[in-house]
């Protein structure tokens, strides 16, 4: 069955700009997590989804927002990008929230700001 | 929240040789769950264990273990007969996914 889908792998914005990075998680599975990875700060949680409600928020201004659509697939925006929005940014799915099974995680998009 | 620390930033193994990665973790909760994730420089993050707090014994997956010490809040990760593939970052995780700052392993021919 097919994995976690993130589209696109791979994208070069200026600041200032607005982007929008899409996830479709495994067949069934309800619950969306997003997660910021840099060399610096490590994983970070952005925030989890479960069936179409914002369920947990980590620590990020307003300029980073999401939704999650009827059929679990999920979209990410950031607003005004900024130089240190830079990143590779992870999506993970599972069939409920994760606490007890875990996530499985696509294989990410990597956002360059210049 | 919970908390979870990974202490050392970088390790390396010679092939076939044992190999043991350290986690400690803080939570108020009686009942939880905890992760090892494995990050591959292809970067796909991927599930390598998991532990439930509730279980005394040690979850295992092939030459993949766990020594979970639940009053030190430990939960260490034993890589046994190391393979070339097992290089990568591997990432201690808790039940509400906050994630260890990871362990570079890179195993040695």
């Known amino acids: 069955k097919a994995g976690v889908t993130q589209t696109p792998r791979y994208l070069i914005k200026t600041r200032g700009q607005q982007v929008t990075l899409s996830c479709s998680p495994i067949?069934?599975?309800?619950?969306v997590s997003w997660y910021q990875q840099t060399p610096g700060q490590g994983l970070q949680f952005l925030f989890e989804?479960?069936?179409?409600?914002?369920?947990n928020k980590g620590n990020f201004p307003g300029r980073f927002s999401g939704r999650q659509f009827s059929n679990s697939r999920s979209e990410m925006n950031v607003s005004t990008l900024e130089l240190g929005d830079s990143a590779l940014y992870l999506c993970a799915s599972s069939l409920r929230t994760g606490r007890a099974n875990g996530y499985t995680f696509g294989s990410g998009t990597r956002l360059t700001v210049v | 929240a919970q908390t979870v620390t990974q202490s050392q930033p970088e390790m390396s193994v010679q092939e076939a040789e044992t190999v043991t990665l350290s986690c400690t973790y803080d939570t108020s909760e009686s009942n939880y769950y905890l992760f090892w994730y494995k990050q591959p420089p292809s970067r796909q993050m991927i599930l390598v264990i998991r532990q439930e707090a509730y279980k005394q014994q040690n979850a295992t997956e092939n030459r993949f273990s766990v020594n979970f010490q639940k009053a030190a809040k430990s939960f260490s990760l034993k890589i046994s007969d190391s393979q070339l593939g097992d290089t990568a970052m591997y990432f201690c995780?808790?039940?509400?996914?906050?994630f260890g700052a990871g362990t570079r392993l890179t195993v040695k021919p």
């Open positions: 995780a808790s039940g509400d996914m906050r």
């Open positions: 989804y479960f069936s179409e409600t914002q369920r």
């Open positions: 067949s069934g599975h309800r619950s």
